[in-house]
C-alpha cells in the first residue's frame, strides 16, 4: 500500500471557497492537493458537471432566476423526496447562465463571499485544470470523479458511466496507474466499469444503509456486510480501494468521543484494497470531542492506522500534517 498517503481535495478547497467550483479545486492545486474530486451529475443534453446532488437550490443561485421558476419539482430520488430544481431538466447552456454559491453558509460564512461569481463546471474544464496545472508544476495532479446516483441516472436515460469513459479515454485516461481514481456508493456501476476500463475504481462505504442498487434489485446486504471478510474479497474483484466514512475506522460513542479503532484498515489490505478515509474538517461541528480545536490531531490519529488517503475540505492542513509526519518517519 501507499506509503505516502494521498490529499483528496474534496469537492476542491471547499473549506475556502464555495464547493466544486474550478476556484475551489485550483486553490486546492496551489494548496499541494494529490487529487481533485468532483461529483458528477448529467445534464438534460446528457453533459457530465460536478455537484453535490444533481438537486441545486442549495449550491446554486438558480432560486434567483425567474425564468426558471416553473422548472421547481419534486422527485423521489434513491427514496429521498427532494424538492428543488434538478440539473437533468436544464441544458449545459443553461447550468452555465447559473452560478455557484456556499452549501453550508451557516458554518463557512467566510465563503459567502463568492457567491454568485463562478460557473457549474464541466467534467472536461476539470480535467483541462488539473492537465494545465500538471505541466505548469511539473507534477501530476490527479481527479477522482464520483458517479452520484447512477442507477437515478440510468433509469431516466442519462447514463453516467458512458460519457464519463469517453470523455476520460479522449484525454488519455487509459491505464491503472493513470493519475485518476473513479468512485461510487452503488455496486453494479462499478462492476461495469471494470468489465470496460483498467482504470482504478473505489467502492464507496457508508456509515448505514446499503447501495442503493442493492434496495432496487432486492439485495439485502447492507455497507457492513460489505466489509467483512468475504465482502471485502469480493469488492477487491472489482475495485482498487475503498472509500469509507471515518467513523468506521474509529468509532464515536454517544458523546462524541473516540473508541477503539476497528480492524477494517488491517482486512482491506489484507484483500489488496487501499483504504480512502472521508471527510476530514477543520470545524469543531465536524470534529470528535477528543480534538475540538485541533484537526491536525484527528490526521494524525488516523495517519497513524496505516491509511492510504483522506479526503478533506482542508487540503492545506492535511498536507501539512502529513508532510510532517512523513519526516518524522524519515528521521
Not at 79 to 92: A, C, I, P
Not at 109 to 125: F, G, K, S
Not at 137 to 161: A, C, D, Q, V
Not at 170 to 192: M, R, T, W
Request: proline letters at 5%; zero cysteines; glycine letters at 6%.
Amino acid at each position: 500500500m501507499n506509503k505516502k498517503p494521498i490529499i483528496i481535495a474534496h469537492r476542491g478547497a471547499s473549506g475556502y471557497r464555495p464547493e466544486h467550483t474550478l476556484a475551489a479545486y485550483e486553490l486546492a492545486i496551489n494548496f499541494g492537493a494529490d487529487y481533485i474530486e468532483p461529483d458528477l451529475v448529467s445534464t438534460q443534453d446528457g453533459v457530465l458537471i460536478a455537484r453535490h446532488e444533481s438537486e441545486i437550490s442549495e449550491t446554486t443561485n438558480v432560486a434567483k432566476h425567474t425564468e426558471f421558476a416553473q422548472r421547481r419539482t419534486t422527485k423521489i430520488i434513491d427514496g429521498e423526496s427532494k424538492t428543488g430544481w434538478f440539473t437533468e431538466d436544464f441544458t449545459l447552456a443553461e447550468i452555465k447562465t447559473l452560478r455557484a454559491k456556499e452549501r453550508i453558509p451557516q458554518l463557512r460564512q467566510h465563503n459567502t463571499v463568492y457567491d454568485d461569481l463562478w460557473e457549474i463546471p464541466t467534467l472536461q474544464e476539470i480535467i483541462d485544470l488539473a492537465k494545465n496545472y500538471s505541466k505548469k508544476l511539473g507534477r501530476k495532479i490527479g481527479i477522482y470523479p464520483e458517479t452520484k446516483h447512477p442507477t437515478y441516472f440510468r433509469n431516466i436515460n442519462l447514463s453516467l458511466e458512458e460519457p464519463l469513459l469517453t470523455t476520460l479515454q479522449a484525454n488519455g485516461y487509459h491505464e491503472k496507474n493513470d493519475p485518476i481514481f473513479i468512485q461510487s456508493f452503488e455496486v453494479s456501476n462499478l462492476q461495469y466499469l471494470a468489465q470496460k476500463t483498467h482504470l482504478p475504481l473505489v467502492q464507496l462505504i457508508n456509515l448505514t444503509g446499503q447501495p442503493y442498487d442493492f434496495v432496487i434489485s432486492g439485495d439485502v446486504r447492507t455497507y457492513t456486510d460489505l466489509l467483512t471478510k468475504s465482502g471485502l474479497e469480493e469488492i477487491a474483484k472489482y475495485a482498487q480501494a475503498i472509500g469509507i466514512h471515518k467513523d468506521i475506522l474509529i468509532p464515536r460513542d454517544h458523546k462524541n468521543k473516540l473508541r477503539s479503532p476497528t480492524s477494517v484498515v488491517a482486512n482491506a489490505h489484507a484483500s489488496n484494497l487501499q483504504v480512502h478515509a472521508w471527510t476530514f474538517r477543520n470545524e469543531d461541528y465536524f470534529l470528535p470531542l477528543d480534538f475540538q480545536g485541533n484537526p491536525q490531531g484527528e490526521y494524525e490519529l488516523f495517519f497513524s492506522l496505516g491509511i492510504d488517503g483522506v479526503f478533506s475540505d482542508f487540503s492545506d492542513t492535511a498536507l501539512n500534517v502529513r508532510d510532517r509526519s512523513q519526516s518524522l518517519d524519515i528521521s
